[in-house]
């Protein structure tokens, strides 16, 4: 064909009326486009399409058997079908096919090719104008920072693996920490451009060779090859420093990632596996504290397999109203009687074996899975079911039950409690809420505005482990409560250390000069009961030397008698 084609066409025809307009649209559009002349069958082709396609120029005649060539062998009677579709097709009328054609870069990809039929002024077929959109690629693309996602990462990752049977290297997951706390204090486009910013950051501390993908929510990833621990660690570290500062017109905040690496082929030879490991071993470097690197590992796999088990029983359990879950009450003694003035309800859990799991494996899945919200309104139901009823042969018997911070951001939970006390008719004064993991808090005033929401309903609040890790003097000054109770780690030294002896007596009496009473943990002799009564002043005294964590009914014969 010539490539005087457009002058040959003359100025009356359709194609060349309108080129002017197909170029300027041309521009500003990814996709294919083409103009079909209804008449003679001559068909305008945009430039990516002469590039792309290596026609032999922008005019083109039998289109469909120029481009069959690049369809997918089992798609071409789909689009001998559409184009076979023109020579009957009525103004208005719109033909649509999607088959997968061979991309510029070597790939087979899903497109979607739609046709409308236009008239001219007699009412007639005059011009087709067509456009194929390339569908692989909007599927492959994360909309907020370009890259390429998940589906893209494993195909690529695929042909990796699959390049070469020496293939070696490295697969890394970057997951950003705490993002969804920028989120939530700057707003989602705050966080939109943040990600934008970061993956063009990171993207440009990369070598060359690496391509950085985005997966969900706040997690990139990229792989190499050829790559040894040590100079993935020299990567991260990189990325760390460009994740420092996430920039706004009016903020600057700081952010910290971790990231989890797993090699190939030594910890698996397959992308699910490689990418479950790498998620695992990113995991694993929140879990030991965050802004760091984790490579994987088996025994923190077969750990992390564990817990998703129980997650999945409890979740089920909860389903079924927490039928494997039960209470057990440890007895508190009023230190100066020595009698019975109430006790701990304390959460445990059945295994599916019968067996009871030990509380520190469970509870922190509960919390860290929310879960802890529907077991929280168990607890407090059934605790104060069985006070009550319990309160018919000691009407000042308190119950203390524990208390997370994730129960205090659920938003009924305040009514649910008022709602549980007036409905069993129980004193709230007999209540105690501990607040547990103090240490974790950020926001004293939140912690504060709900806990004298309880109080005013009458109800006792109390910080629990005081003396392990950050629970000290400067949280006692930060949360006001009616009680502090004293770790067992605190006191189990006591009668053979002056030192600890001396704090003990101190933190008593200056919890006594602010009208807060003591509760301590974790007594198993008399020899340190009868110091911490008569030496230390203490108020509530709670161990194993006057009894374990029971059932409700094992208590209940030790209480009767």
Same mark, same amino acid.
């Given at each position: 064909?010539?490539?005087?084609?457009?002058? %040959?066409?003359?100025?009356?025809?359709?194609?060349?009326?309108?080129? !002017?307009?197909?170029?300027?649209?041309?521009?500003?559009?990814?996709?294919?486009?083409?103009?079909?002349?209804?008449? !003679?069958?001559?068909?305008?082709?945009?430039?990516?399409?002469?590039?792309?396609?290596?026609?032999?120029?922008?005019?083109?005649?039998?289109?469909?058997?120029?481009?069959?060539?690049?369809?997918?062998?089992?798609?071409?009677?789909?689009?001998?079908?559409?184009?076979?579709?023109?020579?009957?097709?009525?103004?208005?009328?719109?033909?649509? =096919?999607?088959?997968?054609?061979?991309?510029?870069?070597?790939?087979?990809?899903?497109?979607?090719?739609?046709?409308?039929?236009?008239?001219?002024?007699?009412?007639?077929?005059?011009?087709?104008?067509?456009?194929?959109?390339?569908?692989?690629?909007?599927?492959?693309?994360?909309?907020?920072?370009?890259?390429?996602?998940?589906?893209?990462?494993?195909?690529?990752?695929?042909? %990796?693996?699959?390049?070469?049977?020496?293939?070696?290297?490295?697969?890394?997951?970057?997951?950003?920490?705490?993002?969804?706390?920028?989120? %939530?204090?700057? =707003?989602? %486009?705050?966080?939109?451009?943040?990600?934008?910013?970061?993956?063009?950051?990171?993207?440009?501390?990369?070598?060359?060779? &690496?391509?950085?993908?985005?997966?969900?929510?706040?997690?990139?990833?990229?792989?190499?090859?050829?790559?040894?621990?040590?100079?993935?660690?020299?990567?991260?570290?990189?990325?760390?420093?460009?994740?420092?500062?996430?920039?706004?017109?009016?903020?600057?905040?700081?952010? !910290?990632?971790?990231?989890?690496?797993?090699?190939?082929?030594?910890?698996?030879?397959?992308?699910?596996?490689?990418?479950?490991?790498?998620?695992?071993?990113?995991?694993?470097?929140?879990?030991?504290?965050?802004?760091?690197?984790?490579?994987?590992?088996?025994?923190?796999?077969?750990?992390?397999?564990?817990?998703?088990?129980?997650?999945?029983?409890?979740?089920?359990?909860?389903?079924?109203?927490?039928?494997?879950?039960?209470?057990?009450?440890?007895?508190?003694?009023?230190?100066?009687?020595?009698?019975?003035?109430?006790?701990?309800?304390?959460?445990?859990?059945?295994?599916?074996?019968?067996?009871?799991?030990?509380?520190?494996?469970?509870?922190?899945?509960?919390?860290?899975?929310?879960? &802890?919200?529907?077991?929280?309104? +168990?607890?407090?139901?059934?605790?104060?079911? !069985?006070?009550?009823? +319990?309160?018919?042969?000691?009407?000042?018997?308190?119950?203390?039950?524990?208390?997370?911070?994730?129960?205090?951001?659920?938003?009924?939970?305040?009514?649910?409690?008022?709602?549980?006390?007036?409905?069993?008719?129980?004193?709230?004064?007999?209540?105690?809420?501990?607040?547990?993991?103090?240490?974790?808090?950020?926001?004293?005033?939140?912690?504060?505005?709900?806990?004298?929401?309880?109080?005013?309903?009458?109800?006792?609040?109390?910080?629990?482990?005081?003396?392990?890790?950050?629970?000290?003097?400067?949280?006692?000054?930060?949360?006001?409560?009616?009680?502090?109770?004293?770790?067992?780690?605190?006191?189990?030294?006591?009668?053979?250390?002056?030192?600890?002896?001396?704090?003990?007596?101190?933190?008593?009496?200056?919890?006594?000069?602010?009208?807060?009473?003591?509760?301590?943990?974790?007594?198993?002799?008399?020899?340190?009961?009868?110091?911490?009564?008569?030496?230390?002043?203490?108020?509530?005294?709670?161990?194993?030397?006057?009894?374990?964590?029971?059932?409700?009914?094992?208590?209940?014969?030790?209480?009767?008698?």
């Amino acid at each position: 064909m010539s490539t005087n084609l457009f002058l %040959e066409l003359g100025e009356d025809s359709p194609l060349s009326r309108i080129k !002017t307009y197909f170029d300027a649209l041309q521009h500003s559009a990814d996709e294919y486009l083409f103009v079909v002349d209804a008449a !003679t069958k001559q068909v305008m082709l945009s430039k990516n399409f002469v590039r792309d396609f290596n026609f032999p120029e922008e005019f083109v005649e039998d289109f469909g058997n120029l481009l069959a060539p690049f369809v997918w062998h089992d798609d071409r009677e789909i689009l001998e079908d559409v184009m076979g579709q023109l020579d009957s097709a009525m103004p208005g009328v719109e033909i649509n =096919g999607e088959f997968r054609l061979l991309n510029r870069n070597g790939e087979y990809g899903w497109v979607s090719l739609r046709m409308t039929v236009g008239a001219d002024e007699f009412g007639q077929p005059e011009l087709v104008a067509g456009v194929i959109a390339r569908m692989d690629l909007k599927l492959k693309a994360d909309h907020v920072t370009g890259l390429l996602n998940r589906n893209a990462f494993h195909v690529d990752l695929m042909k %990796e693996l699959n390049s070469s049977p020496d293939a070696r290297g490295a697969v890394v997951f970057v997951g950003l920490d705490n993002f969804q706390l920028v989120t %939530e204090t700057y =707003g989602y %486009e705050f966080g939109d451009n943040a990600l934008k910013q970061l993956a063009q950051d990171i993207t440009n501390i990369l070598p060359p060779d &690496i391509r950085l993908y985005k997966l969900d929510n706040d997690m990139f990833a990229f792989y190499v090859s050829d790559v040894y621990p040590e100079e993935i660690e020299i990567i991260y570290s990189s990325i760390q420093l460009c994740m420092r500062e996430i920039r706004n017109i009016e903020d600057t905040i700081f952010c !910290t990632a971790s990231a989890g690496a797993a090699f190939y082929p030594d910890n698996a030879k397959d992308v699910i596996n490689l990418m479950r490991y790498a998620e695992v071993a990113l995991e694993f470097a929140r879990h030991k504290g965050k802004d760091q690197v984790a490579f994987f590992d088996s025994a923190y796999y077969e750990r992390w397999r564990y817990d998703i088990g129980m997650q999945n029983l409890m979740q089920n359990s909860i389903a079924r109203g927490c039928e494997d879950f039960f209470l057990c009450y440890q007895p508190q003694i009023n230190a100066k009687t020595g009698k019975l003035s109430g006790a701990e309800a304390l959460l445990r859990w059945y295994d599916r074996d019968g067996s009871v799991v030990a509380p520190m494996q469970f509870i922190p899945l509960l919390e860290r899975s929310r879960m &802890i919200i529907p077991v929280g309104h +168990w607890i407090i139901e059934n605790a104060i079911k !069985t006070a009550k009823r +319990w309160q018919e042969f000691m009407p000042e018997f308190e119950v203390s039950v524990n208390i997370s911070l994730y129960q205090l951001e659920e938003q009924m939970f305040y009514d649910f409690v008022k709602d549980c006390i007036e409905r069993h008719q129980i004193d709230p004064h007999t209540l105690v809420f501990e607040l547990t993991e103090s240490n974790k808090v950020y926001d004293w005033d939140f912690v504060n505005k709900h806990f004298n929401a309880f109080h005013e309903l009458g109800i006792k609040i109390s910080m629990d482990d005081f003396g392990m890790g950050y629970s000290n003097l400067a949280f006692m000054k930060n949360f006001r409560c009616n009680q502090v109770k004293i770790d067992r780690a605190f006191v189990e030294d006591v009668l053979n250390s002056e030192y600890d002896r001396n704090i003990i007596k101190y933190v008593i009496q200056m919890c006594h000069a602010n009208h807060m009473e003591v509760c301590i943990e974790g007594i198993e002799d008399e020899a340190t009961f009868i110091f911490l009564r008569d030496v230390c002043n203490a108020d509530i005294i709670q161990g194993f030397y006057f009894g374990y964590p029971e059932t409700e009914d094992v208590f209940v014969k030790r209480f009767n008698q």
